[in-house]
């Protein structure tokens, strides 16, 4: 994969655009639009298509300066991918209290197949960062561990509550349910065609959570 970087390595948590150690709040606002930026590039032109100059183009921005933000353009994928998952991260946890794991996850499974780029982006980088040299690698081995224990937590307490039956162990549950979302995605990308929204419900029914 090539890389437009500074010569010092960067930590892979690059998000950090909320917290009070973060920086000042133009630099937060700058973070913010350069990956609003990068988002509307990425999933036009891909990864490899999209450049640096593209994303600093959209904001009057050269490359040093999205490099002084982010460190390298591999860095910003990162945040990029993190922004997305930070917004599930919010509405998780009052779904869950709701009673509404299922219809959450479906939520994401239609939101996914809405932005066909970013998806098709998402799926590329997770498949390329099994490679433990890669620079998301941590990365995704911690969103993965995350997402499955909200899953779990979120199983079991929706079980106490008699919302889901409760004849599946929670930790075998939440692996299945991210092994089909995972697999119906790269489906889908391999053949549109398909709806990723429908088959998702067919597969909930077999799993009578539906």
Known sequence: ??????????????PGIHGPRGPYRSGIDRRREILQAAISVFSRDGYRGGSLRDIG????????SIIHHFGSKEQLLVAVLASRDDAVADSFPTAVRQGLLVDELRKIVAANEQEPGLTALYATLAAEAVNPDHPAHDYFIGRYQRILQF????????????V???????????????????????????????????????????LNLA
């Open 1 to 14: 994969m090539k890389r437009e970087t500074t010569a010092g390595p960067v930590p892979v948590d690059v």
């Open 57 to 64: 183009r959209l904001l009057g921005l050269s490359p040093a």
């Open 151 to 162: 899953l779990e937590d979120g199983i079991r307490q929706e079980q106490e509550r008699n």
């Open 164 to 206: 889901l039956p409760a004849g599946q162990g929670a930790s075998s549950l939440a692996r299945t349910l991210l092994a089909i979302m995972d697999g119906l995605q790269l489906q889908w990308l391999l053949n549109p065609a398909m709806s990723m929204t429908q088959s998702f419900d067919e597969a909930l029914r077999d």
